[in-house]
């Protein structure tokens, strides 16, 4: 189905939010992605809500979000604080959502958004704005992550790739057809994502790097943005895949799962399954990414 509005997944720049370092890892999302945020919400003078939900330490998160906006000229940014489900059918907060350009997903425990916010009059609201005006949805680590149907809500790297070591959850479901996980590189999540797509092999596995994004309008058109690298697993034409046949905590094994690396300008076609590479833009038609 086509949507009007756009998905901003970031990759964040500190740790998933369990609440043990975030505390010392303020997160702050980089200029040039928050730049191409407000330039997507409509420019400076969009109204642009921030929600820090999945943060353990929301006020300090809200203020350097506040003061991010600032230095790049935004005055119609609001926080968003919200603890329960009941704070989500606040009248005041469904006001102000309805006038908004842009929600800001803060990075922290993806779960605690699915939670407080999933399935609520908040939530209807945002998926109906998404889907039928130029609204934004933008995401960081645990804000990225809680963008698909099937979400991560947690796995370590020591046990990654052993059956059971990635707990799998609903997500907010803005995207059906991804799995998205963060921090990607530096946390070495290649194993947990690879279990992923194992378990939903019609999904594809979106690795994002930190200081790195997507946007992503249509549902489909995708590009990369930031510093780094987004690391693609498609495992649709799986040859073996061996996850349902062994016990829990047992060493798993597919094969022919592909996998892609992008970088900065990439761009992607999920419905004419292409990749355009920047910056020599050279089309690979036979590429079966998506």
Same mark, same amino acid.
């Given at each position: ?31 040039? $992605? ?6 997507? #919400? ?5 109204? !642009?809500?921030? &929600? ?26 609001? &926080?968003?604080? $919200?603890?329960? =489900? ?22 922290? +425990?993806?779960?605690? !958004? ?22 934004? !949805? ?6 990225? %992550? ?9 796995? /370590? ?14 997500? %907010? ?5 991804? !799995? ?5 590189? =530096?946390?070495?999540?290649?194993? =947990? ?13 979106? /690795?994002?790097?930190? +200081?790195? /994004? ?10 990369? &943005? ?10 649709? =034409? ?11 905590? #047992?060493? %798993? #094994? ?14 992607? +076609? ?6 355009? &590479? ?5 089309? %690979?038609? +036979?590429?079966?990414?998506?």
């Amino acid at each position: 189905m086509s949507v009007k509005g756009t998905l901003i997944p970031i990759g964040g720049n500190e740790d998933k939010g369990n609440g043990e370092n975030e505390r010392y890892t303020l997160e702050y999302i980089q200029r040039g $992605i928050l730049s191409r945020v407000v330039r997507e #919400s409509g420019g400076v003078d969009a109204t !642009i809500i921030v &929600i820090p939900t999945a943060s353990s330490i929301p006020v300090e998160v809200s203020e350097n979000y506040l003061d991010a906006f600032n230095k790049l000229g935004c005055k119609n940014v609001h &926080i968003m604080d $919200i603890r329960s =489900r009941e704070e989500a059918e606040n009248p005041d907060f469904l006001n102000l959502m309805k006038k908004a350009d842009c929600v800001m997903f803060s990075g922290g +425990d993806q779960s605690k !958004i699915v939670r407080y916010i999933g399935g609520t009059a908040l939530d209807a609201i945002i998926k109906d704005k998404y889907e039928n005006e130029a609204f934004v !949805i933008a995401g960081t680590s645990a804000g990225a %992550m809680c963008m698909s149907e099937e979400m991560i809500t947690g796995g /370590g790297v020591q046990e990654a790739f052993t059956k059971g070591a990635v707990t799998m959850g609903q997500g %907010m479901g803005f995207i059906p057809n991804f !799995i998205i996980d963060s921090h990607f590189i =530096r946390r070495g999540r290649f194993g =947990r994502l690879a279990e992923a797509v194992a378990r939903f092999p019609m999904k594809i596995g979106i /690795g994002l790097a930190e +200081d790195t /994004g997507l946007v992503i309008k249509n549902r489909n058109n995708c590009e990369v &943005i930031g510093s780094g690298m987004v690391i693609l697993f498609d495992p649709r =034409r799986l040859i073996h895949n061996n996850r349902e046949a062994i016990p829990e905590g #047992s060493p %798993m #094994s597919i094969t022919n799962l592909k996998v892609h690396i992008l970088a900065h300008g990439d761009k992607l +076609d999920i419905k004419e399954k292409r990749v355009h &590479i920047s910056p020599i833009h050279l089309e %690979m038609t +036979d590429v079966e990414t998506l």
